[in-house]
């Protein structure tokens, strides 16, 4: 699907001071992101905090979205969990026309055996109405898919159209790319090895910190497609430092402290995560008028 090449964003949900849904900041995030170049939008992925919203909360982010795009860029929906019932349930009754895919994460907690994860997907990719991109974070759901089981998922289901890729293991990600079928896509689901999984093959990346550094990651992710290797890497050292820090302390409030300094939304978050620290604060701020000078 070349409509899923490049760079695709995984956007937060800012919150007010009230914790309430701050819509004029995610339609600006909204914004920002596109006219930053990048490819693609997805919503209500984990960097969304969707674990602590309400149900007409998510179909408050979801129109927002839709509404704010304005059909200017691709919307892949998250859809996933670790009741594949339910989740069947939500792809048959939902409307999917605003979307060009789904993104669906292994199911989490649960720790399923391969061949469970296997009747899961193939569960999903039956009932869903637009094609699936895998999502594979063991971090998070505590159990990995296995290239020799998403091989055969991207065999078996010609809607199983992609893999979100991020065990953070390059190794894997040379086993997926030597492996899947040619038209399947392998996207990073790492912002620190998304340049090198271009150059060995992948597809781009659905990316964290691009929401906060569109234009400068987009065109990194567009050099490496390209093969521009050393300008692509410049960019690459140039955030590497703010790729980590956005995470030391959780996604997405290092993220959400890059658009308060940006001064796009507040850093605001949902228990049981918390904001960072005044000492990452601090860094994270420093960083961006740095770089803000660097690309002014």
Known sequence: MQSLIGTGVALVT?????????IEALV???NFSIDGGVEYLVVLGTTAENATLSNEEKEL???TIIEANK??????????GNNTLKVVEELKTRDFSAFEAILSVSPYYNKPTQEGIYQHFKAIAEASPVPVILYNVPGRTA?????KTIVRLANDFENIVAVKEAAGDMVQALHLLKDCPKDFLVISGDDMIALPMVLAG??????VIAQGFPKEFSEMIRLGLNRKVDEAFKTQYLLSDCIDMIFEQGNPAGIKQVFQSLGI?????????VSVDDSLKERIDLFV?????IYA
């Open 143 to 147: 159990s990995n898919i296995l290239p």
């Open 71 to 80: 059909g200017r860029v691709p919307l892949v929906l998250g859809v996933g």
């Open 289 to 293: 008028e740095n770089i803000n000078k």
């Open 265 to 273: 939304s507040e850093n605001i978050v949902r228990l049981p995560l």
């Open 61 to 63: 982010v979801i129109d």
């Open 14 to 22: 800012p919150f007010k001071d009230d914790f309430s849904i701050d």
């Open 202 to 207: 992948g597809s781009g990346v659905i990316s």
């Open 28 to 30: 600006r995030i909204v």
